[in-house]
Nanobody, 116 residues
Framework: QVQLVESGGGLVQAGGSLRLSCAAS????????MGWYRQAPGKQRELVAS???????NYADSVKGRFTISRDNSKNTVYLQMNSLKPEDTAVYYC??????????WGQGTQVTVSS
């Protein structure tokens, strides 16, 4: 089992920045993919950014140039630096992990609210 604990959400004005953290614990040795998803009210959960072992990174078009995903393997933590935040970035952000066997895990979610 893998446990994911997120932190760093909150309320920020448009144009501001937040950094989300996701600390992984448990059977993390087989994890090869971590990322961030978000879900706004009335909308489907969508991929924001992901990072795969070996360094491949993907971003949703809506956040390219504003968000940066990174991973600190020594701390088993993945980060999402969010700059130039917009009201449409308001959502619950979920950390996600997957391993080489196809198992997936989700964090509990952290609320990000961007006021205009």
């Amino acid at each position: 089992q893998v446990q994911l604990v997120e932190s760093g959400g909150g309320l920020v004005q448009a144009g501001g920045s937040l950094r989300l953290s996701c600390a992984a614990s448990g059977s993390i040795f087989s994890i090869n993919h971590m990322g961030w998803y978000r879900q706004a009210p009335g909308k489907q959960r969508e991929l924001v950014a992901s990072i795969i072992n070996g360094g491949r990174i993907n971003y949703a078009d809506s956040v390219k140039g504003r968000f940066t995903i990174s991973r600190d393997n020594s701390k088993n933590t993945v980060y999402l630096q969010m700059n130039s935040l917009k009201p449409e970035d308001t959502a619950v952000y979920y950390c996600h992990a997957a391993n080489v066997y196809g198992s997936i895990w989700w964090g509990q979610g952290t609320q990000v609210t961007v006021s205009s």
